[in-house]
């Protein structure tokens, strides 16, 4: 606790005098607490009192930089002051209505009411200000310590309270590289079927998280093995195929965990959202397009098609931003175009059309690309990755020649107005498009030629100063 008040004094102080001096309570809680243990002190500050959101303005309005309200629905009030983010909430405590998708608020009384109601124990630490009195009735530290996850309470309780405390369990089992202990884990299982009166947007929030935290594949494990993740991500546990009697094909679950794995390890600023998702649904439509061909072989034909189908409708669903669903999918559809290169062979214009169509993705499809290569065959893991550094060798040669990444045909669309002599419409569009074929197809050539080709192509198409 030295620590964390040799950063956060005198804001703290302040804070809890001025609470004092008006006859309430206030504490730092919840993580704010928990990560001083843990070695990660940030920034922001949860804290908790007594006194309604209402009395909560009065007392900060004159004392702090700023305030906002964006949630006191939920009786929290945001303040900033000398750089921290401060969140003070009033003590409560929150359930579901079986009807309804939204938590109800209800106030409490007591720090030790408000502690009990919490998600896990190591969250329900909490530190009383001005006094600076540590307070961890249900044993948090000693969990802490444990590197276990558990409820104040009976766990059916807090995941009735609350459900998206479920997959609170399995993020915090991704971000923290902590276990879930029995109780819960049996309540989760027992439990799955709750979170669906959960909305989209808090699942998001929590499935980013986890897919975001140092260890992905125990949050995600967590979640397929109680049942949670086939009500908020049901295309990873079908990925859990049942392997062929002479294992000629691979566990489609397993090979996911491990291409995340390698994605993560390609990273170089940080946790890449789009990457990850890609990597863990990069393989979604192989249940789809699973067949069973002559002498026990089993095919996948244009899984990569399906994969980015079902990609696209699962974050929709998830409400993920439009952006991150296009990315997403895109990759998924991607995925497999490497293995069309074979042994280099591929002309100039299909590399410049792997790059057209990989956009401004062409970096994070390297990178997926090679993550997906999880084969036990040193020899063939070798091989694959000699072929594509060959192939990120002519991307870049080819780009250090033409500019690959801007690619665009010789003339624009003024110009092509110009030469055809036809007004804007479908018709210069469509020369556009013939024109950046060519250039594909061709490299450079120059405007000259680039004129005399459009010209051919435009009489063989019956385009006349009229249009068509």
Known sequence: MTELFRKIAPVADELGELFAADGHQIALVGGSVRDVFLGRIGNDLDLTTD??????????????????????????????????????????????????????????????????????????????????????PHGGLDDLHARMLRTPGPPERSFDDDPLRMLRAARFASQLGFTVDDAALAAMREMAGRIDIVSAERIREELNKLICGDDPRRGLSILVDTGLAAHVLPELPRLRLEIDEHHRHK???????????????????????????????????????RRHEQGGRVSFHHHEVVGSQLARRRLTELRFPKDVVADVSRLVELHLRFHGYGTGEWTDSAVRRYVRDAGHLLDRLHKLTRAD???????KAQALSRTYDQLEERIARLAEEEELGKIRPELDGNEIQSVLGIPPGPAVGRAYKFLLEMRLESGVVGKEAATEALLAWAGENGLTAAGE
């Open 373 to 379: 290569c999880t084969t036990r065959n040193r020899r």
């Open 251 to 289: 566990d489609v679950y397993e090979h996911t965990l491990i291409v995340l794995e390698q994605a993560i390890d390609l990273e170089e600023d940080g946790p890449d959202r789009v990457l990850r998702w890609a990597a863990l649904l990069h393989d979604v439509g192989k249940p789809k397009t």
């Open 51 to 136: 006194a309604r959101p209402e009395t909560v303005l009065a007392l900060v309005r004159d004392w702090a930089d700023s305030v906002w309200t964006v949630g006191i629905e939920f009786g929290t009030v945001g303040v900033r002051k000398d750089g921290w983010l401060l969140e003070i909430t009033t003590y409560r405590s929150e359930s579901y209505d079986p009807a309804s998708r939204k938590p109800e608020v209800s106030y409490g009384d007591t720090l030790e009411g408000d502690l009990a109601r919490r998600d896990f124990a190591i969250n329900a630490m909490a530190l009383r200000l001005p006094s600076r009195e540590f307070v961890d």
